[in-house]
Each structure stands twice: as structure tokens, then as C-alpha cells.
């Protein structure tokens, strides 16, 4: 039986990355008593994923202060991708129908509140993976402090097959 693909989406995610020349990081472990990703039905739910590579902090600091909005949105991407890696550590990024949901906390200074914009990396790189199926519901949160002192912490609900 064939599923049909949801409208927008011409191919695979991964062959999709592949053409946007961004290789999927190896799923980041988790840092304490929970997994990664989970599934429960058509759903992937994902941990908050920071801005890590091989397993490094990539950056701390609070954005509006030591970071700029600019660099968050860098981090916001990277921490998209580092969810899309833990679903295709559990089910395969290929598996992926839609993309239902992204929450984004932005350790900001204070009097920032350009978190909308720094999030903003999460979900255009998930629209132009997904197309019209990366198209989502979205909370951007400001917090006063994120684990490790990361400037940006992003989770992503996604639809399977």
C-alpha cells in the first residue's frame, strides 16, 4: 500500500537535505534521566535539543547580551537540526510527514524580546527541508536561564508514517 506525500513535499527529507548541503549530526545523549526522542502513535516528540556538535556547546550566553539575535538564530537552526537527528535516530528522518509543533526558549537579557525572531532559525530551516509540511504552531518563550548556560533550547513535535 502506498501513503500518498503530504502536499508540498516532492522527496525525502534526507535527499532534501542532502540538495541544502546539511548533513544530519549524529542525535545528541541525553544529559540526564530521559531519551532523546519518544513516539507515541503518529507523534514524535523531542527532548529540548541545544546547540551542540560533538557534543559540545556551541555557545553560552544570553541572547540580547553576549549573544546577538543574529547568532541566536544560528543556534536555533542548529538546535533544529539536532532535533531532526534524534528522530532519525528513533524512526528516520524520511519518516517524517509533518512537522506539528516547535517550542523555542531563548535565555535572554534582559529587556530583550526578540525571541520570535531567534526562533525564527528553527523553523525556516524546517520549512525548507518540509515545505508546506514544516509548516507549524510555534511558542517562543524568554527565559532567564537555559542548561549549560545555552543561549537556545528547541523541541520539535513531528507527524509519522
Do not use: W
Amino acid at each position: 500500500m502506498t501513503v500518498p506525500e503530504p502536499q508540498g513535499r516532492r522527496h525525502p527529507a534526507s535527499a532534501r537535505l542532502g540538495e541544502l548541503g546539511i548533513e544530519l549530526p549524529k542525535a545528541a545523549r541525553a544529559l540526564g534521566a530521559y531519551v532523546p526522542a519518544v513516539r507515541t502513535g503518529d507523534l514524535v516528540y523531542t527532548a529540548g535539543q541545544l546547540p551542540v556538535a560533538e557534543g559540545n556547546l556551541i555557545r553560552s550566553g544570553k541572547v540580547g547580551g553576549e549573544v546577538s539575535p543574529e547568532e541566536g538564530k544560528r543556534l536555533a537552526r542548529i538546535c533544529a537540526l539536532n532535533a531532526l537527528a534524534a528522530v532519525d535516530a528513533l524512526v528516520g528522518v524520511d519518516a517524517i510527514t509533518r512537522v506539528v509543533k516547535v517550542v523555542g526558549y531563548v535565555a535572554s537579557a534582559p529587556g530583550f524580546t526578540g525571541q520570535p525572531g531567534v526562533l525564527n532559525g528553527a523553523s525556516e530551516l524546517l520549512a525548507d527541508v518540509f515545505g508546506e509540511a514544516g509548516a507549524h504552531a510555534r511558542s517562543a518563550v524568554g527565559v532567564a536561564e537555559l542548561p549549560l548556560d545555552a543561549p537556545v533550547e528547541v523541541e520539535v513535535i513531528v507527524e509519522v508514517q
